[in-house]
């Protein structure tokens, strides 16, 4: 299995991490912390992925274009995108474990917000604090599950990831046999789940707070393998790239998908919300298995077929019957999300030393280019038609090519 390194300015960073020693790999990975995070991360991605569940109840209600929906995405994702390396920095200089908990309160004001928004503008302000939450929830809380995993790193991180994604399946769910009958006040509602997620994360939280320590430099040694700090800025730039793609394609799914089933099958509001669901519970999947297949054949491997391996499906989606689509859907979201995971641990394995700040950096780019595609797929949406955009995008996993040029992780030792 791979293992991380430590670079020359590894051994002199005044940061603060947790270290996993010895006698926590023998232990294991501690399933308890990493169902409360994987459930936190469920409760946290339920509630956002709200808000792209109820654009078909905005859109309507306002009079909304796809541009405007498009920008509803920016407002959230960008909030998140931006603000995830900046927290993910400031808790490797200094940990700060009941920082989640604080977070999550932006996130239960968001949902009171929306849910009695009357005015577009408001309507933006919810989304941002609500993507606030996350930029506060994510770094940290990936730390958490990587300290928790006894140096099953991609296992740890499929089980983190699989949380947020099965929450962020359940979202069109709940809009479907919630909010779409009670309408946009009942999103109100939701802000008890934000209440159970403070309670549970404070307690994840004392856990965390004794077992902050400094990192001890002489834990571990260099291997002469360890890539140069050029070709760790390629690699990644490499995964920065693919991450861009991944997230591009994934958000004309998760923001445009319900409309494409509306207005080229002529499905019902609730039958596209349904369908949406079993996409995202086949992107959960695959995320789940991504992890652990990463830690025993390798992580450069999953991340150049996952997402080049999704492109003959993707090129086929345009041309599918709605039995098609469903199919091609379910088999898109699975090996296209098994990446994530396996290029989250591959980043933080190339900058060990800045764990928090490389998280931050990699799940706020990916909300970054998924709030960048919405908007500017909504634009395309509006003047050339929602199929011609997964036209469009069906050429996007070819990028996956780059994954050829990732370095070999060389493995450590403790002295």
Request: glycine share 10%.
């Amino acid at each position: 299995m791979d293992k991380p390194v430590i670079s020359e300015e590894t051994l002199t960073a005044p940061v603060v991490v947790p270290e996993i020693t010895e006698k926590a790999v023998a232990a294991g990975p501690a399933y308890l912390v990493l169902g409360g995070i994987s459930f936190s991360h469920f409760l946290n991605d339920t509630m956002q992925s709200l808000i792209p569940s109820v654009y078909p109840i905005l859109k309507e209600n306002y009079a909304l274009d796809f541009a405007q929906v498009g920008m509803i995405t920016l407002a959230f994702q960008v909030t998140a995108s931006l603000l995830q390396p900046v927290v993910g920095y400031v808790t490797d200089k200094k940990a700060q474990p009941f920082s989640l908990a604080i977070g999550m309160g932006f996130t239960f004001v968001g949902l009171l917000l929306l849910s009695g928004a009357h005015v577009y503008g408001m309507i933006l302000v919810s989304a941002a604090l609500i993507g606030l939450g996350s930029a506060v929830f994510h770094p940290e809380s990936a730390r958490i599950a990587r300290m928790a995993s006894g140096g099953r790193y991609g296992f740890a991180q499929s089980v983190f990831q699989v949380g947020g994604n099965f929450g962020a399946a359940m979202g069109p769910l709940l809009a479907a046999l919630i909010i779409v009958p009670f309408g946009q006040s009942s999103i109100a509602w939701f802000s008890s789940i934000a209440f159970v997620a403070i309670v549970l994360l404070f307690q994840i939280g004392r856990w965390y707070k004794p077992r902050i320590a400094p990192r001890k430099s002489a834990a571990q040694i260099r291997s002469p393998e360890v890539p140069t700090r050029a070709r760790i800025m390629v690699a990644l730039a490499i995964l920065i790239v693919l991450v861009f793609s991944k997230f591009i394609y994934m958000s004309s799914l998760t923001s445009y998908y319900t409309f494409y089933l509306i207005e080229k099958f002529h499905v019902s509001t609730q039958t596209s919300q349904l369908l949406l669901f079993v996409f995202l519970g086949a992107v959960a999947t695959g995320v789940y298995f991504g992890g652990p297949i990463g830690d025993r054949f390798g992580r450069r491997y999953v991340i150049w077929l996952s997402i080049l391996g999704v492109l003959p499906f993707t090129l086929l989606l345009p041309f599918a019957n709605l039995a098609g689509t469903v199919a091609l859907t379910v088999i898109i979201g699975v090996i296209l999300s098994s990446a994530m995971p396996a290029i989250i641990v591959f980043a933080q394995e190339l900058m060990p030393h800045r764990l928090g700040m490389i998280s931050g950096m990699f799940f706020g780019f990916a909300f970054g280019a998924a709030g960048l595609g919405a908007a500017l797929l909504g634009e395309i949406a509006d003047a050339k038609g929602i199929e011609f955009v997964y036209r469009v995008c069906a050429f996007l996993p070819a990028i996956g090519l780059l994954a050829m040029f990732l370095p070999k992780m060389p493995k450590i030792r403790p002295l």
